[in-house]
């Protein structure tokens, strides 16, 4: 199985069917489409005319207001070269030409939701609001992503591709105008993720139903992201060890990891016979146990999920290597591998050969990031990547 993620102006660009046969021809056997997306600018090198292309965060389908009439929050939705439903007009031509269509779902980092909608916002131990981050405590937040689910599940698609799943990184923004963040004292994942945790009013109240003291674990991250921020600086290098020093906080993070369990129980009831598949990257990584501290518990999580895709985006084979190996030995569903011909990851050809026969033939699958951003050399390695898995030993 060999998977490309795209954009719908990509893939409806110039003729929606010479690109889905042309991908079909070059033995891809599905595609994995932005329905529901982030603020984004891409560069495409293969674009006759304008090379960028810019959109707010928003869907690329036509969404059922009836999925929507619990919650005030109303899905964006982006015009892409006039069609009325980009995503079903890729789903139709993809279907005639013998390919897969999992559908895209970025679900809590959104800067156009986050500026249409502030009461959802993430808001830090200190009160900031960020615009690029939406809250999974609140209740309206979590039936406007089961009506999004809902939506797509209406679609002849195979699966739900879920992105940031968990409490989102307050350092991963992506405003309206592309603005810069600017940091020049927070070092390392565990001192960003310290500050982010959200302490909002739909937090507190949900955590009133959890065994953890929520007045007291804003007091205990205040104070320690002032003495990560202070001079002498007490650097945080291990989440895990202040979670040993301070067990509010193991508590608090359980109390995130309640939360995510609940809602992915809902979407997996809203996706019906669809399947869902999860691009791990939350939290201090990629590998297996490094969603926790976003509330991704992923011996919880498994159980509403039906793949997982171990993202590799490393020229580190060993490091591939190893990661699909451990999520292989920790969840019971399938694993696909990630792999991006971002040329710092893969530059050449050969590089893309020895990836594919060493870390790709470890998974069930394999997905490509990205189409949209592909050279016309990068369509060219494409048809040589089934060749070689179908060589992989069994």
């Known amino acids: 199985m060999v998977v490309v993620?795209?954009?719908?102006?990509?893939?409806?660009?110039?003729?929606?069917?010479?690109?889905?046969?042309?991908?079909?021809?070059?033995?891809?056997?599905g595609l994995t489409v932005a329905a529901h997306y982030h603020s984004?600018?891409?560069?495409d090198p293969r674009s006759n005319g304008e090379l960028f292309e810019s959109y707010e965060g928003g869907c690329y389908f036509a969404p059922d207001p009836g999925r929507f009439a619990n919650t005030p929050i109303d899905?964006?939705?982006?015009?892409?070269?006039?069609?009325?439903?980009?995503?079903g007009a890729i789903v139709d031509s993809a279907a005639r030409h013998g390919l897969d269509v999992n559908a895209w779902l970025v679900c809590f980092?959104?800067?156009?939701?986050?500026?249409?909608?502030?009461?959802?916002r993430v808001r830090s131990a200190f009160g900031d609001a960020h615009d690029h981050a939406f809250c999974p405590s609140h209740p309206e937040v979590q039936r406007y992503l089961t009506g999004v689910v809902r939506s797509l599940a209406d679609y002849d698609i195979e699966s739900i591709n879920l992105e940031s799943i968990g409490y989102p990184d307050a350092f991963h923004s992506h405003g309206t105008t592309f603005g810069h963040a600017k940091n020049h004292v927070v070092r390392?994942?565990?001192?960003?993720?310290?500050?982010?945790?959200?302490?909002?009013?739909?937090?507190?109240?949900?955590?009133?139903?959890?065994?953890?003291?929520?007045?007291?674990?804003?007091?205990?991250?205040?104070?320690?992201?002032?003495?990560?921020?202070?001079?002498?600086r007490q650097h945080v290098v291990s989440l895990e060890e202040l979670t040993t020093e301070h067990p509010v906080l193991e508590d608090l993070f359980d109390f995130r990891a309640s939360v995510i369990d609940s809602l992915l129980g809902q979407l997996a009831v809203a996706s019906d016979d669809v399947g869902l598949t999860y691009?791990?990257?939350?939290?201090?990584?990629?590998?297996?146990?490094?969603?926790?501290?976003?509330?991704?518990?992923?011996?919880?999580?498994?159980?509403?999920?039906d793949r997982i895709v171990a993202l590799c985006y490393t020229a580190d084979h060993d490091a591939a290597r190893r990661r699909v190996r451990r999520y292989h030995e920790t969840v019971d569903i399938p694993v696909d591998v990630g792999v991006s011909l971002d040329p710092d990851v893969l530059e050449t050809e050969?590089?893309?050969?020895?990836?594919?026969?060493?870390?790709?033939?470890?998974?069930?699958?394999?997905?490509?990031?990205?189409?949209?951003?592909m050279s016309d050399a990068h369509l060219d390695w494409l048809d040589t990547a089934r060749e070689v898995l179908e060589r992989r030993p069994h």
């Open 279 to 305: 691009s791990a990257s939350d939290g201090l990584g990629r590998d297996p146990g490094d969603g926790w501290p976003a509330g991704v518990a992923l011996d919880r999580v498994e159980t509403h999920l």
């Open 40 to 43: 984004i600018r891409t560069l």
């Open 109 to 120: 980092h959104n800067s156009k939701l986050g500026a249409d909608n502030p009461r959802y």
């Open 188 to 232: 390392g994942r565990p001192e960003e993720l310290l500050l982010s945790q959200c302490f909002c009013s739909a937090c507190q109240e949900r955590a009133t139903d959890h065994a953890v003291d929520f007045d007291r674990a804003r007091e205990v991250v205040q104070r320690l992201a002032r003495n990560a921020l202070g001079y002498p």
């Open 350 to 373: 050969s590089e893309w050969m020895t990836f594919l026969s060493t870390v790709g033939g470890l998974g069930d699958g394999v997905h490509v990031y990205n189409h949209a951003l």
């Open 5 to 29: 993620w795209s954009y719908p102006w990509s893939l409806l660009f110039d003729n929606v069917d010479a690109t889905c046969r042309d991908l079909a021809n070059r033995g891809v056997t």
């Open 75 to 87: 899905p964006p939705v982006n015009d892409v070269s006039g069609y009325e439903d980009p995503f």
